[in-house]
């Protein structure tokens, strides 16, 4: 009896250590179990049914937690296990927990299907980070955060969703601000006549239907977009407004995976904390 016991208690430190090793490896966490969503909340805006952008965003939300239409889940894709969005609906995939100081990474490629109002636009889905306050507070969707915007042939740029600023060094050419790292640090908000995007310096993306490697590095209030292992940004000074209109750092919070109109997938999403920035990203 005490021998089975022992071989029991063996056994339970296997399954135990085997499970950990799974989620943290080489000190990477793993934010995507491979079999269910546990660790992430859904939340579902309003059905497009035609007419105009203001008329949509108005319209009744599913909310959190309520896809009846499977727009975020786990699956299967070629043999492995990813995060399907199907795009059919507008909306978020956020995680339970805060990050501050950490590196993010994670693969995505882009599925077949699109659909209205977006199905004749560029494939379109987007990584917020530092996510905070209500679900739907941008355009009835997203929550406040800084977005890496995963756009086909955009992937890398930058828009402050709700309300969250950044300072970014650019250049400008034809009314677009580009990244540039010996540009002029300039301030980008939805109050100021710059407005809340950036393009990125170089498209990294790969073809659609191949899989693409993000990596995003952030520490205090600055950030690191890299595509395929080229750095396309960095930004500096990461902010939001609050509700009297004045400016407050942002430097933590949620990570959410956007629907918008594009089928795509995800996988080997992981994070890691930071003492500090790669100096290589940062030359």
Same mark, same amino acid.
């Given at each position: 009896m005490h021998k089975l016991t022992f071989w029991i208690g063996v056994l339970s430190m296997i399954v135990i250590m085997g499970c950990k090793s799974k989620k943290y490896e080489n000190n990477w966490e793993n934010l995507f179990n491979g079999t269910d969503l546990s660790?992430?909340?859904?939340y579902i805006g309003a059905e497009f049914s035609g007419g105009d952008w203001e008329d949509?965003?108005?319209?009744?939300?599913?909310? @959190?937690?309520?896809? /009846? =239409?499977k727009v975020f889940k786990a699956d299967i894709l070629d043999g492995e296990p990813v995060?399907?969005? %199907? *795009?059919?609906?507008?909306?978020?995939?956020?995680?339970?927990?805060?990050?501050?100081n950490y590196h993010l990474q994670l693969e995505?490629?882009?599925?077949?299907?699109?659909?209205?109002?977006k199905e004749n636009a560029?494939?379109?889905?987007?990584?917020?980070?530092?996510?905070?306050?209500?679900?739907?507070?941008?355009?009835?969707?997203?929550?406040?955060?800084q977005e890496f915007q995963i756009q086909e042939g955009d992937t890398g740029d930058y828009w402050g969703c709700a309300g969250a600023t950044f300072d970014v060094p650019v250049r400008v050419e034809e009314n677009n601000?580009?990244?540039?790292?010996?540009?002029?640090? @300039?301030?980008?908000? /939805? =109050?100021?006549?710059?407005?809340?995007?950036?393009?990125?310096?170089?498209?990294?993306?790969?073809? %659609? *239907?191949?899989?693409?490697?993000?990596?995003?590095?952030c520490f205090e209030g600055t950030a690191i977009h890299v595509i395929n292992g080229k750095k396309n940004m960095v930004l500096y000074n990461s902010s939001q407004i609050n509700t009297v209109g004045n400016e407050m750092p942002l430097v933590k919070g949620k990570i959410q995976l956007q629907s918008e109109g594009a089928e795509i997938y995800f996988k080997n999403i992981r994070i890691r904390s930071l003492k500090e920035l790669p100096k290589k990203h940062l030359r």
């Open positions: 660790g992430w909340d859904t949509w965003t108005k319209g009744e939300r599913l909310g @959190l937690n309520n896809d /009846p =239409d995060i399907h969005i %199907s *795009g059919k609906r507008f909306g978020g995939l956020s995680t339970h927990r805060e990050f501050k995505f490629k882009w599925g077949g299907h699109t659909y209205p109002p560029p494939r379109d889905s987007g990584l917020l980070y530092h996510a905070v306050g209500e679900h739907g507070a941008d355009s009835g969707f997203w929550m406040r955060s601000f580009i990244y540039d790292p010996v540009g002029e640090l @300039l301030h980008f908000s /939805p =109050d100021n006549e710059r407005g809340r995007h950036v393009v990125k310096s170089t498209d990294a993306e790969k073809p %659609s *239907g191949e899989w693409n490697t993000i990596d995003l590095f």
